[in-house]
């Protein structure tokens, strides 16, 4: 197993700089990550520095780390991340309208930045820590629904990242409808070998490295 091909190399801090974005982009090239996942703004840069190594791809996450701003807002961050090159979308699912009971307008949330981005895949954060077990199963079962090609568990802004039960319920939820990405606090090789053997195709994590050599990060974030 080639574990470096379920990493999504992240980097997501408020603070990151450019010379920040062009040290992720150089690890993922050294070390063969999935995808390098970034803030909207950072996309085009991202992408200009992987552009000659078109398998890497580049993610933007969308209405991070909160989701709670509108449709529209979101739908317009995404189509642009595509212009600049994004070929994944990770979007923040509205838990507001989630605990609401609002299934529709969740619904359709999810639906309509499927639909700005095309075919381009799109990853639905469900952040789990603020969800009990039945919301977590609803939002993973909406995310299917909606046409969504990811359920991820958290933005690791949350009070809480991945765990092995949360994934579990995932699955269970999506039925093969959907791919599982775990994230949040994966900072070791052993930790994220669980996680894929309980079907999760991609992690989200800035201990990529530490997860490929074998010792486990003390990043904080």
């Given at each position: 197993?080639?574990?470096?091909?379920?990493?999504?190399?992240?980097?997501l801090r408020?603070?990151a700089?450019?010379?920040?974005i062009?040290?992720?982009?150089?690890?993922?090239?050294?070390?063969?990550?999935?995808?390098?996942?970034?803030?909207s703004?950072?996309?085009?840069r991202?992408?200009?520095?992987?552009?000659?190594?078109?398998?890497?791809?580049?993610?933007?996450?969308?209405?991070?780390?909160?989701?709670a701003?509108?449709?529209?807002?979101?739908?317009?961050e995404?189509e642009?991340?595509?212009?600049?090159?994004?070929?994944e979308?990770?979007?923040?699912?509205?838990?507001g309208w989630?605990?609401?009971?609002?299934?529709?307008?969740?619904?359709?949330?999810?639906?309509?930045?499927?639909?700005?981005?095309?075919?381009?895949?799109?990853?639905v954060?469900?952040?789990?820590?603020?969800?009990?077990?039945?919301?977590?199963?609803?939002?993973?079962?909406?995310?299917?629904?909606?046409?969504?090609?990811?359920?991820?568990?958290?933005?690791?802004?949350?009070?809480?990242?991945?765990?092995?039960h949360?994934?579990?319920?995932?699955?269970?939820a999506?039925?093969?409808?959907?791919?599982?990405?775990?994230?949040?606090?994966?900072?070791?090789?052993e930790?994220?070998?669980?996680?894929i053997?309980?079907?999760?195709?991609?992690?989200?994590t800035s201990s990529g490295?530490?997860?490929?050599?074998?010792?486990?990060?003390?990043?904080?974030?």
């Amino acid at each position: 197993m080639l574990i470096n091909q379920y990493i999504d190399h992240t980097l997501l801090r408020p603070t990151a700089t450019y010379r920040d974005i062009e040290k992720l982009c150089k690890e993922a090239l050294e070390y063969r990550f999935f995808s390098v996942c970034v803030n909207s703004c950072h996309v085009l840069r991202a992408k200009e520095l992987l552009i000659e190594v078109p398998d890497i791809r580049v993610c933007s996450v969308v209405g991070f780390p909160l989701g709670a701003m509108s449709s529209k807002a979101k739908c317009y961050e995404a189509e642009h991340a595509v212009v600049d090159g994004a070929d994944e979308i990770d979007m923040v699912i509205n838990l507001g309208w989630l605990k609401s009971g609002d299934t529709g307008k969740v619904l359709q949330d999810i639906h309509a930045i499927k639909k700005a981005i095309g075919t381009r895949v799109l990853k639905v954060i469900i952040e789990t820590c603020y969800l009990h077990d039945d919301e977590k199963i609803l939002a993973s079962t909406l995310a299917a629904d909606a046409g969504a090609d990811y359920v991820k568990t958290s933005t690791g802004f949350g009070n809480g990242g991945a765990t092995f039960h949360d994934i579990e319920l995932m699955s269970r939820a999506v039925n093969g409808r959907a791919r599982l990405k775990a994230s949040g606090g994966i900072k070791s090789f052993e930790v994220a070998k669980k996680y894929i053997d309980l079907g999760v195709t991609r992690i989200g994590t800035s201990s990529g490295i530490a997860i490929v050599e074998g010792y486990t990060s003390n990043e904080s974030y």
